[in-house]
């Protein structure tokens, strides 16, 4: 024993019973699982990298769920506009340059996520707006001008309307906005996001459901499938929307030589056939894309106003709406939900991967004929697969609510009014809109109406709003441990976890030029 210098001993410590901890009911019948604040099953997170081989398939895969998007949306518009099918091809070409741009930046010196950037669906109605003004304009000498002076005016809004996204992402009014949020705003806002597409999920699926369901039940299926052998676990865990996009298209061409529909309705050949789309006939070859290939841009203000809506509630990034109007994308970019559903389909959440998919974007767009190859898998296959896509984004919603308390009737107030408001009022606004944009809401500024009948025809944006008033307006400061705000804040500043500056800071000390998201 070694003496020290203090010889007046210290009583022992006298043991003092620990209180015994108070189990929840049905505590002791199964494990409790606490939160995490990063998935546990991601085989690749955004700065680890599968083999390249395997890199360049994912990165085609998600093309593959972008074109969807595009396809639906040149397809509605381009008619409307007075365009061919020719002009069809050349808009989608443009679509998929600008995605592609747009990927790459936001990847790059962006927010730094594995985010594909695809068109949006929040700029239609703006548009329809704009085709319904020249539509009943009878001064053109032809469907052909009428379309080019739209796409020309569309141009034009694009780029001027930019200018609010870029000024929201320089002055960090985004930033300081989400300040705001806790995890019970999270929970409706990105449920919503999945959940506000339903429309376009079996609705669309039931135009030709005898390739749409076989596409739903083989992708669900894939997921039981891949437990029996370890190889096929391998490869369907990755590559199952691949193969089962391959067997359904082949099957629908089946249908389609066989002449099964030869005698079937406008619609449902349309929908079901593989040879009705046009597309490869008159897709050029090689089409390189420029600013400013439809002509100068024509500058409305009732249309740049009406475009400012789509652009409040995209909030994408100002830069990548400005490239949109310079190379003629027919709407605005921003983040694909449905590549958002196709990471936790795959565990892979690697921004390389992301980045492969934007090489894809650009060669297909400037070789036309490749691309329209692709572009003519019936719609009714990538509804079935949005169906699957839609419904994991809004399931990743649903997992912030691990953050906050669920026993607090508070919150639950919260979460119910915003999850039901978040899909209630946009869908009566959808309802209310017809073909050509215009909504319920009918002033005489009918720049006014288009902003307000956007903004309220998102379900994201109307969940924001109304979760973000309740949240922080209910005894906000006294629960503020129970709303989760422990867990939020060290993600919104740079220095609040090591995990921001090591995912998302810019490449090259870019940050030294250009003002981080964070405060």
């Known amino acids: 024993m070694v003496e020290t210098g203090n010889h007046q001993h210290q009583p022992p410590p006298v043991a003092i019973a620990a209180a015994p901890l108070q189990q929840p ?42 074109l969807g998007t595009t396809v639906m949306i040149a397809t509605y518009l381009v008619p409307r506009m007075g365009g061919t099918h020719g002009d069809k091809a050349r808009v989608i070409q443009a679509l998929l340059f600008a995605s592609g741009i747009n990927t790459l930046f936001q990847t790059w010196i962006g927010t730094r996520l594995p985010t594909v950037m695809g068109p949006s669906f929040s700029y239609v109605l703006p548009v329809l707006s704009i085709i319904k003004d020249y539509f009943d304009n009878n001064n053109f000498t032809s469907e052909h001008e009428r379309f080019l002076h739209t796409m020309r005016t569309i141009q034009g809004s694009l780029i001027v309307s930019s200018i609010i996204n870029i000024l929201i992402g320089y002055l960090k009014v985004w930033g300081k906005f989400t300040r705001l949020f806790s995890p019970i705003v999270i929970v409706p806002v990105v449920c919503v996001v999945g959940l506000g597409r339903f429309a376009m999920g079996f609705p669309q699926l039931a135009n030709c459901v005898e390739i749409g369901l076989p596409m739903l039940i083989l992708l669900v299926a ?33 249908l389609t030589v066989a002449g099964s529909y030869n005698n079937a309705k406008a619609d449902t050949q349309q929908n079901c056939r593989v040879d009705r789309s046009y597309l490869l006939e008159s897709a050029p070859w090689i089409k390189v894309q420029y600013p400013f290939q439809w002509g100068t841009p024509i500058f409305r203000a009732s249309h740049v106003f009406g ?41 892979v959440g690697s921004r390389r991967v992301v980045q492969m998919s934007t090489g894809f974007m650009i060669f297909f767009s400037i070789f036309g004929k490749f691309g329209a190859f692709f572009a003519m898998i019936p719609l009714p296959i990538f509804a079935a697969m949005y169906c699957v896509l839609w419904g994991i984004v809004a399931g990743a919603g649903i997992s912030f609510i691990q953050f906050a308390n669920t026993n607090s009737l508070r919150n639950i107030y919260v979460l119910g009014i915003s999850l039901f408001l978040g899909i209630s009022i946009p869908q009566y606004f959808t309802t209310h809109t017809d073909d050509t944009g215009h909504g319920p809401l009918r002033t005489s500024a009918g720049w006014f109406n288009n902003i307000v009948n956007t903004f309220f025809s998102s379900p994201p ?59």
């Not at 546990?40 to 998600?62: D, E, K, M």
């Not at 891949?226 to 089962?244: D, G, N, Y």
């Not at 000390?509 to 405060?519: A, G, N, Q, V, Y």
Request: charged residues 15%.
């Open 25 to 66: 009911i049905g505590g002791g019948k199964g494990p409790v699982y606490g939160p995490t604040e990063q998935l546990t099953q991601l085989h690749y997170c955004i700065h680890s990298n599968p083999s390249w081989p395997r890199a360049v398939l994912l990165g085609f895969q998600h093309y593959i769920v972008m």
């Open 222 to 254: 894939c997921q039981n499938l891949m437990r029996i052998h370890p190889v096929a676990h391998a490869v369907l865990e990755k590559f199952a929307l691949l193969i089962c996009i391959g067997l359904v298209w082949a099957y629908a061409a089946i």
């Open 307 to 347: 475009m400012f809506g789509a652009a409040l509630v995209t909030s994408a990034e100002g830069i990548g709406q400005l490239f949109d109007g310079l190379f003629g994308a027919v709407v605005g970019t921003s983040a694909s939900v449905e590549n958002v559903g196709l990471l936790g389909l795959t565990h």
């Open 461 to 519: 944006v109307v969940a924001m709003i109304v979760g973000t008033l309740l949240d922080n307006t209910l005894d906000a400061h006294k629960t503020r441990n129970e709303r989760g705000i422990p867990w939020w804040t060290p993600f919104q500043s740079r220095k609040g976890d090591s995990r921001n500056e090591e995912f998302y800071s810019y490449p090259v000390r870019m940050h030294e030029w250009i003002p981080s998201r964070f405060l």
